[in-house]
């Protein structure tokens, strides 16, 4: 078991979410790590420190200025004896505190005197999520070094308010810890991968944009995947609604040069993967202002240039990574544009898919892809996106290892 001996200190802060936390301590001592639980004054408004201590089997630590406590481990002893310390639910309050280095709490103070990793699980209401001050904080805590798990998408437990927000659930968040605690040796340990995902959004005037049907799904899991097989990823991502995959960076862009400029500032790198919808064209000289509609007039003609090809770009670059993927997302001829393409933009890998309207793969959970190389086109069975993301990572590292036989 990845977690037997594993100690994990739990914070506990103030939501709705709270309740699935009792589930989520009951998960991670069933797979024999221990829980040290730590409960914000909110929090107790929502579960209770008996049900807590009843289900950790540890005496539940709520007050920062208990002399009991303190006695007893001390709040710099809590920050310091655990393997990993995990925020579920983890409020806005709570993340701007952290983001800000504020500790007038035991649970914010704790997270100020550690030196453990710290895996983050929000839950708040979507509008909460998405605010400004909640992005900064987010991408403050990001480039702290903090780990996050969602949060994901779906029905909100208090208003029915539909948005990102809610926690991930609890299996998913033992999941995320165990792939952090795994200190089993990987497969790609010490490379460095870069992928895009996403559409691009190019600008015709400052409210209207040209773009593309993609979700990000695939990209976003093929990130996770070459995380979990131990790489260093920084994914580059357009803008999309599902959430930065948990264990890896994520830079968000807006359009195609953006993304090549990111891209281009991660070289060198081992592996690249290039999974971006990135728009073809964007408009010449997108209007700094919105084009009014006039009584009368014609509609505006758009005059489009191409895009660079970052897949090219990276293919073909003095610091070419030792893998370059590329996708062909075609709806004919799948096998000769997926040959093409391998040679004209300098990939090792083609993953090419027919997305076809009536397929359901553009925006969908499944792909059905065919994997082409200079040695051949390999036919995968249709899966869902995490397990193409799973079985590409594996092909990837196979590759790498074979490449660095002499
Ligand atoms: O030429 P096409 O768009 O079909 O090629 C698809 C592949 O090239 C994908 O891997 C995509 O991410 C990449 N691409 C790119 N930059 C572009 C266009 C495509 O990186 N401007």
Redesign the pocket.
Known sequence: MVLSEKRILLIISGGIAAYKSLDLIRRLRERGATVRPILTQAAQEFITPLAVGALSACHVYTDLFSREDEQDVGHIRLARECDLVLVAPATADLMAKMANGLANDLASTVLLATERPVLVAPAMNPKMWSHPATRRNLATLQADGIRFIGPMAGEMAESGEQGLGRMTEPLEIVAAVEALLDDAPKPLSGRKAIV?SGPTHEPIDPVRYIANRSSGRQGHAIAAALAKLGAEVTLVSGPVTIADPTGLRTIHVER?EEMRDAVLSLLPADIAV?????A?WRVASSSGQKIKKQPGDAPPALLLTE??????TVGHHAQRPKIVV????ETQNVEDNGRA?LTR?GADLIVANDVSPDTGIMGGTRNRVKIISATGIADWPDMDKDEVATRLALLIADRLVEGAKP
Request: proline share 5%; aromatic share 4%.
């Open positions: 895009t195609a290039m999974v971006a919808a990135v073809d895009n660079p090809d970052i897949l090219k590329g996708f062909a997302a393409k933009k």
